[in-house]
């Protein structure tokens, strides 16, 4: 038996090139001072890590943010390559006693992770407005479902 896979012959690409340029490292440190990446002055947020549907100032709409695990992944990659060097470092030269080490680390990994979820995420979500990604993307037709791959057409010969 064999199995054949074809795809649809045309798809949907997004078309940027007659969009105005958005500056990204704009939107990015806008993000990062968890202001708004189109006009800098209205909040990002309206929680901790709630994304508000609507800028307060500009009005733009922020609701078509996917930065989903990004921002604590690109977290744990800035803390973990902080503070495992000084862990070493400490160790290699010091060896003081686990508990000691453990009552430091711990909070000192748990609160700079705390504080720099929210400006992270901010600038994921500036990156994701400046390129035009996901709900950001004006041109994109209603139908198209994020994440939705074509219709597969799949036929079994026999
Ligand atoms: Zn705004």
Known sequence: MES????????????????????????MRRGLRCR?????????FRAF???????????????????????????????????????????TNYSPPVALQLAIYLPVTLFSSLLLLQPIKGAVVGLQWALRMHGFDETRPENEEEGTIAKLNVTTLK
């Open 49 to 91: 890590l709630k994304v508000a549907d609507n800028c307060s100032v500009c009005g733009q709409d922020l609701s078509g943010h996917r930065a989903d695990d990004l921002p604590a992944y690109l977290v744990i990659v800035i803390v973990g390559h902080i503070v495992v060097p000084i862990a070493l470092w400490i160790e």
């Open 36 to 44: 708004c990446p189109n006009c800098g002055e209205g909040k990002i």
């Open 4 to 27: 054949r896979t074809t795809l649809p012959a045309t798809t949907w690409t997004p078309d940027v090139s007659k969009l105005p340029k958005r500056d990204v490292w704009q939107a």
